[in-house]
């Protein structure tokens, strides 16, 4: 049996890392969290997670979505699927087109809105994961 998958969640606050943190663990996942990004980055390279999951909106207005354009540019352990998690709707002004169109402005693989269902957290999730091993 090999190791389990590792996550990375990177959110600006600990109760969504914490609450992350319990649903994947209680399923089986190897979750690592950060409060922002530069240690999320220091994560990302210590534990080579399978995927990581990303809040929008941190210290700045779109911290997550520069983040997830940084790692998507790079290679090694920067090229996991993303999973973005933002209070941020994706109506909200700014967006032209809807989320799912702009999927690779965003450098993500899905969009989910907070709060977030555990069910279909753990879909995506298993999801992304089964396409990064396909």
């Not at 929008?56 to 983040?67: P, R, S």
Request: aromatic share 6%; proline share 5%; with cysteine.
């Amino acid at each position: 049996m090999g190791r389990a998958k590792r996550i990375l969640v990177i959110d600006d606050d600990p109760q969504i890392c914490q609450a992350m943190e319990t649903i994947l663990g209680d399923n089986g996942y190897e979750v690592y969290a950060a409060t922002d990004t530069v240690r999320g980055e220091a994560l990302l390279q210590e534990r080579q997670p399978d995927l990581l999951i990303l809040d929008i909106m941190m210290a700045t207005m779109h911290e997550g979505l520069d983040f997830a354009s940084k790692i998507k540019k790079k290679e090694g352990p920067y090229g996991l699927p993303i999973l973005i998690v933002s209070g941020r709707p994706a109506s909200e002004k700014g967006y032209q087109r809807s989320v799912e169109e702009d999927l690779d402005w965003i450098a993500a693989d899905i969009f989910m809105e907070k709060p977030v269902d555990p069910e279909d957290l753990l879909r995506n999730v298993e999801t992304l994961l089964s396409r990064r091993s396909a």
